[in-house]
């Protein structure tokens, strides 16, 4: 059996990339592709208790960096040796909505910690499970910030503790998906965001079946 193919959704805060990928997961059906959707932090039930901590500030106490970035990388070990792995075994696709590359960029590169000891840890808890495909969708901290407003208010939810970081740490966010994706050029595309919905779907598409259908 022919194994899945794996593709993961990146980008800052308010990019769009869960409606993108709930878009992608569709027209991989419509071409009778078989998909498994990931969110992360969560995925798992494990996951989704770390994804409770890591958004949510239900304690007084801060988390350090060292602490997010194990607390990520523990929901993810879960999640691929649960979900993500079996599925790419049995042949079937998937379609992250986010994976390590976040936490290279956020913890690593915003948040300072070495870039080395966070490759080590993605080594250890990925093992060699890594996308085929990463479409980075790129969009400037101020519009992210206007769009997660307007979801906030239809919604009636509120920021998460990451989206609450000032906006120095936002625009390092955006210039480390940015310096990725110049350091990989064969496996991550990068997407304006900025684009209407309709637009991004096409250009997200155009990727898919350039890298992956060829």
Known sequence: MRRGRFIS?????GAGKSTQAR?????????GVSVVATREPG????????????????????LCAEAELLLFSAS????????????????????ADRFADSTTVYQGIARGLDLEAVAAVHRFAVDRVW???TLILDIAPEEGRRRRAQRERETGGG????????????????????????REPARCRVISAAAPED?????VWFEVERVLFA
Do not use: K, N
Request: glycine share 6%; aromatic share 4%.
């Open 23 to 31: 878009r992608l997961i569709a027209r991989l059906e419509r071409r």
């Open 199 to 203: 637009e991004v779907e096409a250009a």
């Open 159 to 182: 920021p998460d503790r990451m989206e609450r970081e000032r906006t120095e740490f936002h625009e390092q966010v955006r210039a480390g998906y940015l310096e990725l994706a110049r």
């Open 9 to 13: 959704i990146e980008g800052p805060d």
């Open 131 to 133: 996308p085929d495909l």
């Open 43 to 62: 995925g798992t039930e494990a996951g989704e208790a770390i994804r409770r901590i890591l958004q949510h500030e239900e304690f007084r106490e801060p």
């Open 76 to 95: 993810r070990a879960q999640l691929v040796r649960r979900v993500i792995s079996p599925a790419l075994e049995a042949g079937i696709w998937v379609v």
